[in-house]
């Protein structure tokens, strides 16, 4: 079956630690985004890659980083410097289309992140 | 720049009753429109789409028409079950950097609660 898994499902950390959130996709898809979602506010994109070797801050950058060596994984890390870093993660992933309107995205199951 | 808004929630429902949930969008060219839903504790899934004016998206007796002179997409259900207990995102996506890519833009969500 092709699609998005991210580990693991609940990641508990105290504050000063970076920690990994992994995703990982089998839909031979080129670009991958990261999502954080907080009560209440919608998804607010962190970071996205249109292609391997290659990554954009979204709207949220801060505190976060990414690497794209792969094309099936893009894994997220929150650094220490994140001051909010206790919320849900959900990673997407989209086909690189030239003339396609689609735009559909297909998300994992998330991982929630708490840190104390 | 895009934006999508959709009505404030908590909706509540009885079972078999009609659901409407209003969304609006402001983008520059013409997007693509959606509709996703995350059950408890799950990643977003894809409910329906439409992607060009007049199109009408239908999945699992939700339905929601692109309205171009409105610039409305709003999603409905005649018959709402216990099951369809959610939260419901409406989003558009347009393509970015000219690379084929396509970023969403997301509503704030509305959680839909059905009781028998």
């Known amino acids: 079956d092709g699609g998005i898994t991210q580990s693991p499902k609940y990641l508990f950390r105290k504050e000063g630690q970076n920690v990994t959130l992994s995703c990982e996709q089998n839909l031979n898809h080129d670009a991958m985004y990261w999502y954080r979602q907080d009560p209440g506010q919608g998804l607010r994109l962190i970071y996205y890659s249109q292609i391997v070797n290659d990554f954009q801050k979204g709207d949220i950058a801060e505190g976060y980083s990414v690497s794209r060596e792969k094309k099936e994984s893009f894994p997220l890390t929150v650094t220490s410097a994140q001051k909010n870093p206790t919320a849900f993660y959900l990673c997407?992933?989209?086909?690189?289309?030239?003339?396609?309107?689609?735009?559909?995205?297909?998300f994992g199951p998330g991982t929630r992140l708490t840190v104390t | 720049g895009n934006s999508v808004t959709q009505m404030e929630g908590p909706v509540t429902l009885s079972e078999e009753a009609f659901l409407t949930i209003n969304c609006t969008y402001t983008?520059?060219?013409?997007?693509?429109l959606f509709w996703y839903v995350q059950y408890p504790g799950e990643g977003l899934q894809l409910l329906l789409k439409a992607t060009k004016a007049d199109d009408k998206g239908s999945n699992k007796g939700f339905e929601a028409t692109y309205r171009k002179e409105t610039t409305s997409f709003h999603l409905e259900k005649g018959s709402v079950q216990v099951s369809d207990s959610a939260v419901y995102f409406c989003a558009l996506s347009d393509r970015y950097s000219g690379a084929g890519s396509y970023q969403l833009t997301f509503g704030k969500g509305t959680k839909l609660s059905v009781i028998p």
């Open positions: 997407a992933s989209s086909i690189d289309e030239t003339s396609g309107t689609l735009g559909e995205q297909y």
């Open positions: 983008a520059t060219g013409y997007p693509s």
